[in-house]
């Protein structure tokens, strides 16, 4: 059981994709609970999935400046550089999210697994954009 600790442990602090897939988990129970409550009360899914999309955005930039990208968030005018370009990574991911819904849901597709499939998308997008151009 140590053992098991100790190897999880390893892999939390080596690998920032570990880190970051916490993070993106986190965001995403936010995400998904804000954007199944408002198409349960018949909001329009695209307009949810941004809503839900946006309170995620706060979320995973408190846990990725603090836990994912340690030592990497800037401070004075470089951290609101750093802000700008997580907000610009972020609505990429959020254009991404909004036309993927969209485009699924005029193709008859669920709006729930149309945004599975937008999760996948963004994530695989914005985690580029943020390990290589934010939080380099």
Not at 67 to 76: L, P, S
Request: overall charge positive; charged content about 10%.
């Amino acid at each position: 059981m140590d053992r098991a600790i100790a190897s999880a442990l390893v892999l939390w602090h080596r690998f920032t994709i570990t880190r970051y897939l916490a993070a993106s988990i986190i965001a995403l129970l936010f995400d998904v609970a804000l954007f199944s409550g408002l198409v349960a009360v018949a909001v329009d899914p695209t307009i949810a999935s941004a809503a839900g999309y946006c309170v995620g955005i706060i979320i995973h930039w408190m846990v990725s400046a603090n836990i994912v990208f340690t030592g990497k968030t800037r401070d004075g005018s470089a951290l609101h550089v750093q802000r700008a370009l997580f907000a610009g990574s972020a609505l990429v991911g959020l254009g991404i999210t909004v036309t993927t819904v969209e485009l699924l849901g005029r193709l008859g597709i669920e709006p729930i697994a149309s945004k599975a499939v937008a999760i996948g998308i963004s994530f695989v997008a914005v985690y580029a954009m943020r390990k290589w151009g934010v939080f380099r």
